[in-house]
């Protein structure tokens, strides 16, 4: 995660923090000011098999659900 915040005089400040870190209580909280913006970049997520035939299979059993008969 990256805190960007604006110090005396307009000039701008970027420092990169280490959330798993932080969280494992092996580095202090970082106090956040007003004005601060926290920046947390993409990070890809590994989906499994089940995640992308859920997103298939979900609108078939919606639509045996709407229309009788279907053969689906």
């Known amino acids: 995660m990256e805190i960007i915040?604006?110090?005396a005089g307009g000039k701008i400040e970027k420092k990169e923090y280490n959330?798993?870190?932080i969280?494992?209580?092996k580095k202090e909280d970082v106090?956040?000011?007003p004005g601060d913006v926290?920046?947390?970049?993409?990070?890809?997520?590994?989906?499994?098999?089940?995640y992308y035939l859920s997103?298939?299979?979900?609108?078939?059993?919606i639509f045996r659900a709407?229309?009788?008969?279907?053969?689906?």
Request: aromatic letters at 10%; glycine letters at 8%.
């Open 31 to 33: 106090a956040l000011k």
């Open 23 to 25: 969280m494992k209580q």
């Open 55 to 61: 997103n298939v299979a979900s609108p078939v059993f």
């Open 66 to 72: 709407l229309v009788p008969g279907a053969f689906f």
């Open 38 to 50: 926290i920046f947390v970049p993409h990070k890809k997520i590994k989906r499994g098999l089940g």
């Open 19 to 21: 959330v798993r870190d």
């Open 5 to 7: 915040r604006e110090l």
